[in-house]
């Protein structure tokens, strides 16, 4: 498995590659992402006919104009996937996307609801950017472990004393 | 005019955070009539994409008791411990034999919780003592799920205004040996300021 070196998105090929709290990652068809998330959003960007794929692990929902990784805040990571992949030759027509996490790990109802706030967030950003969300496994009070595959399009979830997913 | 170079920034925060672990051992070792001690292993910032793994937790599925406080609801105190210690522990305060059922029961969850509850509030006290200031701990709760999910939330503010994190992590040892648990504080930035305005760290000259 690889961890990506920095928060600065990436690119990498035939490896499974663990996506940590902001960063970005963008792969081919022997390309998988893991990740981990609670209160965080992992957005994946994918196009069926390429098997191209990129990933963001979502922090926060707005950026407010502030500097820093740009997968950390939902308005700046879907700009920078969508420009990573136009690099990879990936067009936006075409892409589709599928999202998981922002669960609420404190207290329901208490303070930092920022998982609904991702949530929200992420699925307006999608619907202006016109990327329609083919699946989604969000909201409760539980963690995720998610892998996603290039080369199927499948989403597959992992929560603790659960079985397992594909979305 | 002496200087201090400070070559680890968050290591300035090391005597306020010994300070709690020592109330905090303390009152674990009254609490488990003197197995169990604190130290202080280390205060960190850590880029936020690594941090999970740079606390040596990966994806790992932890049992875990976590606690707030009340006016600052940014700053968190996480204890993490592994299964079959926790079950142990858990058996050794109940004065019970060690539950062999996959699931915790409520005499465990409430054993474990109290646990948290009395490191918590002795470490907060010592940090009222210090900062001159009431830090109220929020009434703990148990969770079983993957150590990242949990760390992410409460990361959420000073992610809002850094891409590093600010943690300090204390050990637990038993009879001199050291134990796979942990007490990791989260300070929020606000948290942050009141514990440099305490330190005051005089700049080079």
């Given at each position: 498995?690889?961890?990506?070196?920095?928060?600065?998105?990436?690119?990498?090929?035939?490896?499974?590659?663990?996506?940590?709290?902001?960063?970005?990652?963008?792969?081919?068809?022997?390309?998988?992402?893991?990740?981990?998330?609670?209160?965080?959003?992992?957005?994946?960007?994918?196009?069926?006919?390429?098997?191209?794929?990129?990933i963001a692990h979502v922090v926060l929902p707005k950026s407010h104009g502030q500097n820093g990784q740009p997968g950390k805040f939902a308005d700046t990571a879907i700009p920078t996937m969508l420009e990573q992949l136009a690099r990879m030759g990936c067009p936006k027509p075409g892409l589709v996307a599928k999202i998981a996490g922002g669960a609420n790990?404190?207290?329901?109802?208490?303070?930092?609801?920022?998982?609904?706030?991702?949530?929200?967030?992420?699925?307006?950003?999608?619907?202006?950017?016109?990327?329609?969300?083919t699946a989604e496994d969000v909201g409760g009070t539980q963690g995720r472990k998610i892998t996603f595959t290039c080369s199927t399009g499948e989403l597959r979830i992992e929560v603790a004393g659960q079985k397992a997913k594909v979305i | 005019?002496?200087?201090?170079?400070?070559?680890?920034?968050?290591?300035?925060?090391?005597?306020?955070f010994a300070a709690a672990t020592h109330d905090a051992s303390a009152a674990m070792c009254?609490?488990?009539?003197?197995?169990?001690?604190?130290?202080?292993?280390?205060?960190?910032?850590?880029?936020?994409?690594?941090?999970?793994?740079?606390?040596?937790?990966?994806?790992?599925?932890?049992?875990?008791?976590?606690?707030?406080?009340?006016?600052?609801?940014?700053t968190v105190l996480i204890l993490t411990f592994d299964e079959e210690n926790a079950r142990q522990l858990a058996a050794t305060l109940?004065?019970?034999?060690?539950?062999?059922?996959?699931?915790?029961?409520?005499?465990?969850?409430?054993?474990?919780?109290?646990?948290?509850?009395?490191?918590?509030?002795?470490?907060?006290?010592?940090?009222?003592?210090?900062?001159?200031?009431?830090?109220?701990?929020?009434?703990?709760?148990?969770?079983?799920?993957?150590?990242?999910?949990?760390?992410q939330q409460a990361l959420v503010e000073q992610a809002a205004a850094s891409d590093v994190a600010l943690i300090g992590r204390t050990g637990f040892h038993r009879e001199g040996e050291a134990l796979n648990w942990h007490v990791l504080f989260v300070p929020s930035p606000?948290?942050?300021?009141?514990?440099?305005?305490?330190?005051?760290?005089?700049?080079?000259?």
């Open positions: 498995m690889h961890t990506l070196a920095n928060a600065e998105a990436t690119s990498v090929k035939g490896q499974v590659i663990n996506v940590g709290m902001g960063q970005i990652a963008t792969g081919d068809r022997s390309t998988q992402f893991t990740s981990v998330l609670g209160s965080c959003v992992a957005i994946v960007l994918w196009h069926p006919r390429l098997s191209l794929g990129a790990m404190f207290r329901v109802g208490g303070p930092l609801q920022i998982g609904d706030d991702n949530i929200a967030t992420v699925r307006e950003i999608l619907k202006t950017v016109g990327i329609p969300i | 005019m002496t200087s201090t170079i400070i070559t680890n920034r968050a290591e300035i925060f090391r005597p306020l009254r609490w488990t009539d003197g197995l169990i001690t604190l130290t202080l292993d280390e205060v960190r910032e850590i880029p936020l994409h690594s941090v999970a793994s740079e606390l040596g937790f990966g994806d790992d599925l932890l049992t875990m008791v976590i606690l707030g406080v009340e006016s600052d609801p940014g109940t004065r019970r034999v060690r539950n062999t059922s996959p699931e915790w029961d409520e005499l465990e969850i409430s054993a474990l919780t109290e646990t948290g509850n009395i490191l918590g509030c002795a470490y907060m006290n010592a940090l009222t003592r210090l900062l001159g200031r009431a830090i109220i701990p929020s009434p703990p709760y148990f969770v079983r799920d993957y150590f990242a999910s949990v760390i606000e948290f942050r300021r009141m514990l440099e305005n305490a330190i005051a760290v005089k700049p080079n000259s």
